[in-house]
């Protein structure tokens, strides 16, 4: 798959230890723009661990270590030179609850663009604004009602909210840690929609405690188990014909 010129994100021989404990087991997997690549396995497993370490989230956890080689775009990403700032604009992340800014839904999605400079002119911005809250389909809901504060919406429309925020700034790569786990399935159905439809825009990454969810929204999944990456491949060939033990059961319910 190296050879292939949609590979977004390498990783190598990845470990990630907090303190002395190991969470992270020599991960090697490439990721591509073209497929959706789901992390799934048990709580507890390292898939959120994992999938921080691809934009360098866990900096901000004091004791947190990381081996290995992280490369996007052929660079790596924890070399001195990277721009942590500029790293997080190229690789934006949604999280698990929707976290909207105590601000207007307006700037919650133009806070990122002001900050890097996007935006020469306010209707540049306003341009922007709307762009990014139609990619991710709620402009429709909220365009009489943008300088409402985005607390104020849906946990769904909330999520959404992030989502638009984090497509802003023009990022290569969106990873979304447990997106829905917060969302009744109405909302969960909404942003199923929405990741088919940014799917080959961004490389996508979702880390999903639904089997069902990993089957419906990816291309690739990495199963993982007690911090190892136990098997990679076409989601559909994982869910049906899985080469590990471990895997097959995992998918048919025998833990986790």
């Given amino acids: 798959m190296s050879e292939n010129s949609n590979l977004k994100i390498s990783t190598r021989g990845v470990n990630v230890f907090y303190g002395e404990k190991q969470a ?7 990721i591509a723009t073209e497929h959706v ?17 691809l934009n360098r989230m866990n900096d901000t956890i004091a004791g947190c270590r990381i081996e290995g080689e992280i490369k996007l775009d ?11 700032v500029q790293l ?17 839904i307006y700037e919650n999605v133009a806070y990122g663009p002001r900050i890097h400079g996007l935006a020469a002119t ?17 402009w429709d809901e909220v365009k009489d009602r943008l300088a409402d504060a985005g607390t104020a919406l849906s946990g769904g429309q909330q999520q959404r909210l992030c989502i638009a925020r ?3 700034v023009s990022p290569e790569v969106i990873l979304m840690d447990e997106p829905c786990s917060a969302l009744d399935p109405i909302a969960t159905a909404r942003i199923e929609e929405l990741i088919d439809e940014l799917k080959g825009r961004y490389a996508i ?26 098997e990679y491949g076409e989601t559909s060939t994982i869910f049906t014909n899985p080469r590990e033990e471990r895997t097959k059961d995992y998918i048919t319910g025998r833990y986790g």
């Fill in 205 to 230: 990454v979702i880390v999903t405690h639904s089997m069902q969810q990993a089957a419906r929204v990816s291309q690739r999944t990495a199963f993982f188990h007690l911090g190892s990456m136990v």
């Fill in 74 to 84: 052929g660079e790596d990403i924890y070399s001195s030179g990277m721009d942590v």
């Fill in 122 to 138: 306010k209707a540049d911005m306003d341009a922007i604004v709307e762009k990014s809250l139609r990619r991710a389909g709620l």
């Fill in 88 to 104: 997080r604009a190229r690789v934006g992340m949604v999280f698990q609850k929707p976290n909207p800014f105590p601000k207007s």
């Fill in 24 to 30: 992270i087991r020599d991960v090697s997997i490439d």
């Fill in 37 to 53: 690549t789901a992390f799934i396995g048990p709580s507890g497993c390292g898939k959120s661990t994992f999938l921080r370490t």
């Fill in 166 to 168: 984090a497509i802003a």
